[in-house]
């Protein structure tokens, strides 16, 4: 008869006291865990309002250039309402529009084809636009000259400025 160490009974028995983990260190390990969390946690509170602060600056560029395109695309004057809001609090808003009375004012049966409000804790704080108001004209150039938008958030300091130059071109500063 063959002899077989490993099925010794004293091996079984040492190996199983062996298995599973103990309490200290499933502790050591939630604690572990729980420290993290508490690091990962803070740096996302950090990030999270300039990534609000930031996506409503592109969301407005990127409404600034279709406002373009849809000028010269349907050959008409597209007009762009500014509703800004001093911060805090947060807030404001803005409205493009096909522009019937070449005005730069949303009025009589024209409709608005994009309203934006700002996101949770971000505010369109200031334009440089007389009345606010701007718009493209069917050739894609500015209607009233060059201007600048300012998106601030309420809780950093951080603020992006959108320039609009007279012959149409936009950028983020």
């Not at 508490?38 to 990127?62: D, H």
């Not at 600034?64 to 309402?81: P, S, T, W, Y």
């Amino acid at each position: 008869m063959k002899r077989y160490p490993f099925l010794r009974s004293s091996w079984v028995s040492e190996r199983s006291r062996r298995a599973g983990f103990t309490l200290l260190e499933l502790m050591i390990v939630i604690a572990i865990i729980g420290v993290l969390s508490a690091i990962a946690f803070a740096g996302l509170s950090k990030w999270l309002p300039n990534y609000r602060l930031k996506s409503a600056a592109q969301e407005l560029y990127s409404s600034l250039n279709r406002a373009k395109a849809m000028a010269v695309k349907e050959n008409r004057n597209v007009g762009i309402e500014f509703f800004p809001q001093s911060c805090p609090p947060e807030g404001g808003k803005y409205q493009i529009f096909v522009d019937e009375d070449k005005n730069n004012s949303l009025s009589g049966t024209e409709k608005a084809f994009i309203s934006v409000s700002m996101p949770s804790g971000v505010c369109l704080s200031a334009t440089s636009w007389a009345g606010d108001q701007t718009g493209y004209s069917a050739r894609g150039f500015t209607t009233n000259g060059s201007g600048t938008v300012t998106l601030s958030h309420v809780n950093i300091s951080r603020s992006y400025t959108i320039r609009v130059y007279p012959y149409g071109g936009i950028r983020i500063d």
